[in-house]
């Protein structure tokens, strides 16, 4: 018999038991879900344009 266990962990290496909680919460309207006025794509693409792995 295999078992297999898994532990999530942030980027820092803390792992957890429970889900990973956002360093960011974004509050999303469902309507602007995917469009240019979508919240948390906008956080997203301003925190990965910040990134050094992201730039040219």
Not at 11 to 35: F, H, N, Q
Not at 43 to 52: E, K, V
């Amino acid at each position: 018999m295999n078992l297999t266990v898994v532990k999530d962990a942030d980027r820092t290496g803390r792992t957890y038991e429970s889900p990973i909680p956002p360093d960011e919460e974004i509050l999303v309207e469902r309507a602007g879900k995917g469009t240019s006025t979508d919240r948390a794509l906008i956080a997203a693409t301003n925190w990965l344009t910040q990134q050094a792995a992201c730039k040219d």
